[in-house]
């Protein structure tokens, strides 16, 4: 599995974990605290550590923790676990976020996702907001063995692929297709507009090519759409409407549910493959897949910086 080679045994991040319940299916760091990255997000050391909690009872899991850290949480905390997991499952992306906590000499933020919400964002991009940080090298800090869940993040990264090579031209390199992979959950995030560096994408990925190679690098080998000359550092793929097509047909669920809300006119209610079959043809598929993904992003990102301002303010 791709996401193995990048497993921490980093001590710090072990500790971190061991303040919380026990009951991960995933957990995860990421973010600039844990790779390098380029531009004003390049201090390391002083940068607030971000991590994703994956739980398979998101109840149980936020009792405990609840008993264990009362002070991490907003005013929900008083209406108790149940609360805090319908506002979690039903708001913002499927995550609940505590922000501004200080553990183990280290300011840190964490998410809490439900891993039925989670394998179904990376199967399908219902939101692209975990599953898209997913497509980025992460430290994994812990991990069962839910065949399903690693099965879906292993979908995430070739769907992640799949959906980079459509906005492609035919030759590309390493570095077009990384920069593409991570811009994706980005695509109509309005923070890349407004208040947030607009070189981010870049920022992430230069500096950490070697852990994109990693991440990839297999999926890439394997796969029978490109070719790819990795001492090169160079990439061929298919652009012909039949390659092109394929390539549709196996985009997440809800991309192409996009793209067919985009491209079906008033009255037409064509099926899916009807519409991928003209998305094929057309000169513009990349910009079509493009603004597909825009509009699968826009809307949770929006709702998620509410509800993270929100939990924000239980801090001033």
């Known amino acids: 599995m791709a996401l193995q080679a990048l497993q921490s ?44 909690f994956t739980v398979d009872d998101p109840v ?44 183990d000499g280290r300011l840190i933020k964490y998410g809490v996702i439900s891993t039925s919400v989670l394998i179904e964002d990376l199967l399908n991009w219902n939101n692209l907001y975990i599953a898209g940080r997913l497509q980025k090298p992460v430290k994994i800090v812990a991990m069962n063995e839910d065949v399903a869940l690693r099965s879906a993040l292993d979908q995430n990264l070739k769907s992640a692929v799949t959906a980079a090579f459509l906005m492609l031209p035919e030759s590309f390199s390493e570095e077009d297709l990384f920069t593409e992979i991570a811009g994706l959950s980005y695509s109509g995030d309005f923070r890349m507009v407004v208040g947030e560096d607009k070189a981010k994408v870049l920022n992430i990925v230069k500096p950490n090519m070697a852990h994109f190679r990693e991440l990839y690098g297999s999926i890439l080998q394997e796969s029978p759409q490109v070719v790819y000359k990795a001492q090169q550092g160079s990439l061929e793929i298919d652009k012909s409407p039949e390659g092109q097509f394929t390539q549709l047909m196996t985009l997440p669920k809800t991309l192409q549910q996009q793209i067919n809300h985009i491209m079906d006119p008033p009255g037409k209610n064509r099926d899916v493959e009807e519409t991928l079959l003209q998305v094929a043809h057309d000169p513009d598929c990349g910009d079509v897949v493009r603004l597909g993904l825009k509009k699968s992003v826009v809307y949770s990102s929006l709702k998620l910086h509410k509800m993270w301002k929100g939990w924000v303010r239980k801090t001033s």
């Open 9 to 52: 045994s980093g001590v710090a991040f072990r500790k971190i974990l061991s303040h919380f319940p026990e009951e991960l299916s995933l957990a995860f760091a990421y973010g600039s605290g844990v790779y390098r990255q380029a531009g004003p997000s390049s201090d390391q050391k002083n940068a607030m550590l971000d991590f994703v």
């Open 60 to 103: 149980a899991w936020h009792s405990k923790n609840l008993k264990r850290n009362w002070n991490h949480y907003s005013f929900l905390k008083v209406l108790g676990p149940r609360i805090i997991t319908a506002v979690q499952n039903n708001y913002g992306a499927g995550v609940y976020y505590n922000t501004l906590i200080t553990c």
